[in-house]
Each structure stands twice: as C-alpha cells, then as structure tokens.
C-alpha cells in the first residue's frame, strides 16, 4: 500500500522544489494586459523514467504494406537478410484464347471458328515495382526532386531560357537544354521530336549501394499456405512469422529464375506489336505502346508456366482461387552474393507476374459465307497473374554486438537500460513512467498530483548515444514511434494529433513527433515524442499509469498491432506494424543511473503552471 500523504518524508519535497526552481521560465503573451499585467510563471521539471531493452525472436511479417529485399550490415546490429513468399493471384476465369477448353473439346458444328488453340507460353515474367514519388508540387512538368525551384512553375531547371511550364507544354524536355539532341538548343529549335511522355522517376526506399550485383533466384513455393488457422478450427486467419526459412526447410520445386542481377531505373517502354495498314503515315512498330515505372523485371521458365498453368486450362486446379492455391502455391524470391549492401523496399502490393502466350485463331477474313480464303492464324495475348493472398518476408539478423545481450539480461533482472537499442523487427524498448517497480510507493507519482499544477506539455525526449556515429552506423531511422505496450495501440496523444506535414515523408502527426531531430552543426541529435494528454490522464484523470513501448516508426500510418515473440518463457507481445518495416537502428541513452552523460539521459518533461 503507498504510504499516505502525512507519512511521506518531506525531504524528497525540497530535491524536487531545488529540480523546479533551476528551470523556472517566465513567459508573457499576447493579450497579458487584459489579465492585469498578470504574469503566468510557467515551469518545468524533470521525472525520472525507466527503459528496459527488448528483443523479438520473431514478428509476424505476413500482410505487410510492402516486402524487403536484399541485405545490409550494420556495425551494431549485424547483417540483415530479407527474401519474399507470396502465393499467386486468378485474375479472372481462367480462359486462354478465344474459348473455354471445354469448348474446344466439344468443338462446335455451327461455329467453325471453335478449334483446338493449341496455345503456348513464349514467355513469363516477374515483375515487382520500385517506390517512385512524382510529387510535382508546381504542375510544371519537373518533378520536386529534380526541380530548380518546385513552388515556381516558371523555373527553368534546364538553364536553357524556357520555363519548365513552358517546356512541358511546348513538348520539350525542361531536364535538357537541346531535348532531341539535335545541337540545336531549345528556344532556337522549332522542330523538336522529343517524346513529351517521356517521365523521370525518383526511385525510393533502396538502401545502400544502389548499383550492388547480386545473385537472385526464384523458386515455387512447394508449402501450403492457409489463410486460416487450423488450430482455432479455421476461424481466424493464420499467423505467419518472420524466421521461416521455406528454401533452408526444403519447400522448393522448379527454380523458375536464376541470375546475377544488377538494378535498372529506366522507364521500361513496349512498342506495338503490328503495323496498322490503315496508317500509312505511321509505323505503329515504332511507336510505344506501354510504358511502365522502373521495377525489378526476371524472366521465369516458360514450360513451368505451360504445364503447371496454361496447359490445366478446364482443369478443377484453376476453378477457384483455394483450389489454385492448392495447385500452384507460390513463389520464393530470395537475394545472396552482394558485391555491396543493398537493401530494398518493394512495392508488393503491384507485383505481378505477365505470362504472354500464343494461340490458334481461326479467321473468317470478314467473308463469313465464303470458307475458301479463311486462314488459322497464330495470336498472342498476356494474362497477368497479381502476387497477393497471403505474402510473408523472411527476416533475418546475426551478428549483431554482444553489448545488446547485455542490456537485455539486465533489463530482464529489472535493472533499467544505460543503452536502449532501437532495430525495425528485431529490438525494442520498454518505458515506464513512474516506475512502480524502481518506486514502489510510487512516490513520484503522488509528488506531481499533490501539485497544483496545470500540465501544459509533457516529452519523452530519446538522445541519440554519443559514442554512435551514424556515418558509419548506417541508416538512422527518420521516425520512432512509441505506443501502449500492452495492447499494441496508439496512446491518445497520437490518436488526437491531426497535424500535417506534406513536405516531410512520414512527417504527419508531427506534434506527437517522434521525428528525428538535429543539432546545430546538423547532425542528428534526438527523438522527441509530446505526450501531454497521455501524462495528464494519469496524473489528473487517475488513468492507469500503462508501460510504453518505442520501435521503429518506418511508416506511422500503419501502425496495426502484430503479434511478436519475445522467447519461450514470456511468450507473444503486441508489435506496431511500422515496427517490422525496415531493418535501420539507432543506438539511444537509457535512463540507468549511470548512464554515459546523466543530462542527456531519458527522463519526462514537464512544463506546467501553479494555480
């Protein structure tokens, strides 16, 4: 039971007055003469916080926003792999050609044009697009990355006296002085054929050396995957979790794709397949036909396509989407062998495989009463099979620094961390404010209630560790995110913050922060989170005083909670999904008494006002 008021020493009362009087602050605003030149002394004091370090064993990775691919090493956390599973998507019935293989068994007497198709694969490709952004903030034609100026659409980004608008417009290329080559500059050109649909992308989320080779295969999948749980009698959807290894337990079958690869950025252009007779002025041949953003392009083995797919056409394999799941499962799609780190973020909810065919058309040659001039004619056409259903990244970590052991065997013994390790899927942090295990007479709690105070903000503030150098410690996490450890949830702070910020990726909700901040000379320096609603409803609202818990914040807009295991003995937790995103850590000062710079340690901040 806490001690009651009149019991409580009230020495511990002087040291937090002494805490308060040190950071006293006086401020005056607009309007203070309407209140009698009355001066609001708004202070601030420091409350001590407690962090523990954590570990996943493993995350749920299935129905993840986007799939990791590649490898990287971190002088910390070690080296970190990513391969993909994905099942395969029906798109529609699975009719190739003009008619239903059942037609064309049955041939049919009143239709002559019903004939075996005889169809084939001539080739099958996998294709899984890069994150682009095209923010064009201007509408001139230039996309802000590239941009001179991206709020003025009569920059002129190429330097070659033309606006970009008027560039865009004009059918010139506002990214080149001379857009058709031809020596000829543009304002002096009047003949330019510079293809106006021509598009520049800036590729995102790639990681590392974006010009690394790298080894990569493709596999079927030879594992079923459930969407359902058998366990709960296929009433829930089934969980699938990060440490799968289906190529190291065996579930392999045809390797559809194997090659040494290096990334291509191009806009990938298709041109028409046949001139149009009717245009004589045109050969379509020439013209594109397609243009696709810059992805990640293999060509897979025809025969598999043509036995396991195009060849089942009419079969029970291909009559419903669980059926086919049952037939062809999936693919595995895994990296090894980097000439440099690479690791890349990939837009799997586009990903998708073009299987193109060939096919036995029979053509009347519009002479529908006369058979003497018709001819069978060898088509072609594409059925797109989309990635989807249940899709899971295999994540992998080793190597890592002894010292992250260290600080999880002491937390475990209820010793707060000096150091708190901060890695997307793999390391977390626990954070108790008001401690009842390090206070368990919850004395400073029941110190800042006896206050007349009136909290006006409350931070969390995480100072990045001085002794790691985020040049050579790699990526730093743009964002963390902190939460309701227990449920997985946002705390309210979050929930009620709709503050915007357009021009800073994953920078929303921005009063809540979390955002990586800099010092002075730019090199970052701290994560700040504001937390006045959560600290107020546990000191005036008496709400329970609830462990948080801080991960990654890779993308805050997806922050549904996934189940995550801690090891054998504690079991499952509830893991933000913007946790599991990328594999970029940060190395942070705890709150352990001894810790490396005491004024930089984690503690709560409070500004408050006396009334």
């Known amino acids: 039971m806490p001690l009651s008021k009149a019991l409580r020493p009230s020495g511990t009362l002087i040291v937090v007055a002494l805490a308060i009087a040190s950071c006293n602050k006086d401020f005056h605003g607009v309007g203070a003469n309407l209140l009698e ?22 995350v749920q990775a299935d129905g993840l926003p986007l799939a990791q691919l590649g490898e990287i090493h ?96 004009s059918g010139y290329n506002p990214l080149d002085p ?100 009717e245009t004589t002025d045109v050969d379509e041949t ?22 396991s797919f195009i060849r089942m056409e009419g079969q029970p394999e291909l009559d419903s989407q669980d059926q086919f799941n049952e037939h062809l499962r999936g693919l595995i799609i895994q990296t090894e062998n980097f000439s440099d780190d690479l690791y890349m973020l990939l837009d799997i909810g586009q990903a998708e495989i073009k299987i193109t065919y060939n096919y036995d058309s029979y053509n009347l040659n519009d002479t529908a009463d006369d058979t003497n001039d018709d001819t069978i004619d060898r088509l072609e056409k594409t059925y797109t099979m989309p990635l989807g259903g249940v899709q899971i990244n295999t994540l992998k970590n080793t190597f890592a620094d002894a010292a992250i052991a260290q600080q999880i065997e002491q937390s475990n013994a209820g010793i707060p961390a000096d150091k708190i390790y901060i890695q997307g899927a793999q390391k977390h942090a626990r954070i108790q404010l008001f401690d009842p295990e390090n206070d368990p007479l919850e004395e400073e709690l029941f110190r800042v209630r006896d206050q007349k105070w009136l909290i006006n903000e409350a931070n969390l503030v995480f100072n990045i560790d001085p002794s790691y150098d985020p040049v050579t410690g790699g990526s730093l996490p743009d964002r963390l995110y902190l939460y309701n450890y227990k449920t997985g949830m946002a705390i309210n702070d979050y929930v009620k913050d709709q503050s915007l910020n357009s021009d800073v990726k994953n920078g929303d909700k921005f009063i809540y922060g979390g955002l990586l901040e800099y010092d002075d000379n730019g090199r970052p320096k701290s994560y700040k989170f504001r937390i006045t609603d959560h600290v107020n409803n546990i000191v005036r609202r008496d709400s329970t005083n609830v462990t948080l818990g801080v991960v990654l914040g890779a993308n805050t807009d997806f ?7 801690l090891d054998a003995l504690r079991g499952d937790v509830k893991y933000p999904t913007t946790g599991i995103l990328n594999p970029f850590g940060v190395v942070l000062i705890g709150s352990h008494p001894e810790a490396a710079q005491i004024d930089k340690k984690l503690c709560l901040e409070i500004f408050y006002t006396e009334y």
């Open 559 to 565: 922050i549904a909670p996934k189940t995550a295991t």
């Open 74 to 169: 971190h002088p910390v956390f070690g080296k970190a792999q990513a391969a993909i599973v994905s099942q395969l998507q029906l798109t529609s019935n699975a009719v190739f050609g003009n008619f239903s293989q059942a037609r064309e068994d049955a041939l049919d007497e009143d239709n002559i044009q019903v004939i075996q198709e005889n169809e084939q694969v001539i080739a099958a490709y996998l294709e899984i697009p890069f994150f682009n952004n095209l923010k064009d903030s201007d509408s001139d034609g230039v996309i802000d990355a590239f941009d001179s100026d991206p709020e003025d659409p009569q920059s002129d980004t190429d330097g070659d006296g033309l606006s970009d608008l008027i560039e865009t417009q």
């Open 286 to 307: 020439t013209q594109v036909e397609t243009r696709l953003s810059p992805r990640i392009r293999l060509p897979l083995d025809t025969r598999f396509f043509q036995e």
């Open 178 to 277: 001379d857009s058709d080559g031809d020596g000829i500059l543009d304002p002096d050109d009047e003949d330019s054929e510079f293809d106006q649909e021509n598009k520049v992308y800036q590729i995102d989320s790639l990681y590392g050396n974006r010009a690394a080779s790298f080894d990569i295969k493709v596999y079927e999948l030879t594992y079923y995957l459930s969407r359902l749980d058998p366990y709960n009698n296929f009433e829930t959807p089934l969980a699938y979790f990060s440490n799968r290894d289906y190529v190291e337990e065996g579930f392999t079958g045809t390797l559809l794709h194997q090659s040494n690869y290096s990334l291509n950025f191009d806009e990938l252009r298709f041109n028409y397949q046949e001139d149009d007779p």
């Open 37 to 58: 030149e009355q001066a609001f002394n708004t202070q601030s004091v420091r409350v001590p916080v407690y962090a523990y370090q954590d570990a996943t064993e493993k």
